[in-house]
T-cell receptor, first 114, second 112 residues
Framework: NAGVTQTPKFQVLKTGQSMTLQCAQDMNHEYMSWYRQDPGMGLRLIHYSVGAGITDQGEVPNGYNVSRSTTEDFPLRLLSAAPSQTSVYFC?????????????FGNGTRLTVT | QQQVKQSPQSLIVQKGGIPIINCAYENTAFDYFPWYQQFPGKGPALLIAIRPDVSEKKEGRFTISFNKSAKQFSLHIMDSQPGDSATYFCAARLGAASKLTFGTGTRLQVTL
């Protein structure tokens, strides 16, 4: 199984450009989420989804949009990139909500906004 | 607002030593406390987890100690090996959702 697949692995954007970070999982997980990782800040939740058609905001949602049209895919959209969005982005999924469902992370997308 | 505080930021131990990473939380409604391990260029992976009704959990060389009254928990790595060199994150979960609040991470280096 591929697990959680994120594309691209690296991306450089100019301020104001838009792009979509792709995330796909093949484990039939209900729950999917996006985190950003910054030095000294740990991992912060951007958006999450508990199932197809349902999304909600996390801790740092501003500047990002998500949608969940299928169980497998959960893309993250940057509408107008800003230097503050330079970060490593991780997509994660779990089988279902609940304590015994560990999060499975992808290998990340490193985004630089100049 | 950092709801889960993690220390130290970095740690260097010799092979065979016992690194200890500490975390403290504020919200007593947290009900699940996992630790994640991350190698360079990879996503975090679940290492071990504990519920607040348990004071200690061991899995192989990894042990979580949990002090509910002090709102603190820690990770101990017995007989540490160079392959344990990684960044470790503690986390806490609130309620039925799978949303996790992570600590800021500890970069561990195990030297020969």
């Amino acid at each position: 199984n591929a697990g959680v697949t994120q594309t691209p692995k690296f991306q450089v954007l100019k301020t104001g450009q838009s792009m979509t970070l792709q995330c796909a999982q093949d484990m039939n997980h209900e729950y999917m989420s996006w985190y950003r990782q910054d030095p000294g800040m740990g991992l912060r939740l951007i958006h999450y989804s508990v199932g197809a058609g349902i999304t909600d905001q996390g801790e740092v949602p501003n500047g990002y949009n998500v949608s969940r049209s299928t169980t497998e895919d959960f893309p993250l959209r940057l509408l107008s990139a800003a230097p503050s969005q330079t970060s490593v982005y991780f997509c994660a999924s779990s089988y279902q909500q609940g304590a015994h469902s560990p999060l499975h992370f992808g290998n990340g997308t490193r985004l630089t906004v100049t | 607002q950092q709801q889960v505080k993690q220390s130290p930021q970095s740690l260097i131990v010799q092979k065979g030593g016992i690194p200890i990473i500490n975390c403290a939380y504020e919200n007593t409604a947290f009900d699940y406390f996992p630790w994640y391990q991350q190698f360079p260029g990879k996503g975090p992976a679940l290492l071990i987890a504990i519920r607040p009704d348990v004071s200690e959990k061991k899995e192989g060389r990894f042990t979580i100690s949990f002090n509910k009254s002090a709102k603190q928990f820690s990770l101990h790595i017995m007989d540490s090996q160079p392959g344990d060199s990684a960044t470790y994150f503690c986390a806490a979960r609130l309620g039925a959702a799978s949303k996790l609040t992570f600590g800021t991470g500890t970069r561990l280096q195990v030297t020969l």
